[in-house]
């Protein structure tokens, strides 16, 4: 019972810390929202309106006879246009992504601050973050790679076996196959919920102590949740269910 009752008590513990600093954490929180949020939003728009444009021009080629010179310029339109999408999905990724990590840093720099009793004005929150984005980038690359990984090893470790033993049985086997599958598939993503907490908690560790980055950022945030792992993982876990 230790561990609900530790992982309430570091929410209830955050929520305090957001209403007894409400006054100065909730300006540091629209600076850090707000631009990521108007980059999500512009970027979904204009995807959207690439991929309007690019449905439009396959129902013109549809009714066009495929000998005619303006089948070709479609074809050629409709080229341009999947190369545009892609593109513009590229950039929204890396501005999610940046975004993130900016909201992160200048997140992490207040809610330090507001624990320490003082207050950070905008214009040192844009100065912490210009100064420390570095050590954060670096972790933050090194936690998508292994996020990356992570999700490459399990498909493999798991898909493959399971439709080589379907492949091998009949229909009793089939469905053993497909039960046991969706046992280690579950675990496999319980385990994710965890090593992404650790991960997320190796990035804040980067912003928080100077010169620490990379593999030695999440080690050491291996190191600071171990102590407290369950709980850890049930406030993982809510989060990943609320995110759901």
């Known amino acids: ?46 995807a959207y309106s690439l991929l309007l444009g690019f ?30 999408l892609s593109h513009a999905n590229v950039a929204l990724v890396a501005a999610s992504h940046l975004g993130y990590l900016a909201s992160t840093v200048v997140i992490v720099h207040a809610a330090s601050a507001a624990c320490a009793g003082r207050h950070l004005a905008v214009k040192d929150l844009l100065t912490k973050l ?51 599958t969706a046992a280690v598939a579950a675990a496999a993503r319980l385990l994710y919920i965890y090593l992404a907490m650790v991960w ?14 990379g593999l030695e950022a999440l080690h050491r945030a291996g190191e600071a949740v171990r102590a407290r792992r369950a709980q850890g993982f049930l406030i993982a876990l809510a989060l990943a269910a609320a995110n759901g």
């Open 200 to 213: 997320a908690v190796g990035v804040v560790v980067s912003v928080v102590e100077d010169g620490c980055r």
């Open 55 to 84: 449905i439009a021009r396959l129902h013109s080629l549809a009714r066009e006879h495929p000998v005619t010179p303006r089948f070709y310029d479609l074809l050629l339109r409709l080229r341009g246009d999947a190369d545009s």
């Open 130 to 180: 210009a100064a420390s984005w570095k050590g954060p980038l670096v972790t933050y690359l090194y936690s998508t790679l292994l996020s990356v990984g992570y999700t490459a090893l399990s498909v493999s470790l798991i898909a493959v076996p399971a439709l080589n033993a379907a492949a091998a049985g009949g229909p009793p086997f089939v469905r053993l196959a497909i039960v046991a």
């Open 1 to 46: 019972m230790d561990a609900p009752r530790g992982a309430v008590a570091v929410l209830s513990e955050a929520l305090c810390l957001a209403r007894r600093s409400k006054k100065h954490m909730l300006p540091c929180l629209m600076l850090a929202l707000i631009p990521s949020s108007l980059q999500l939003v512009g970027g979904h728009v204009s």
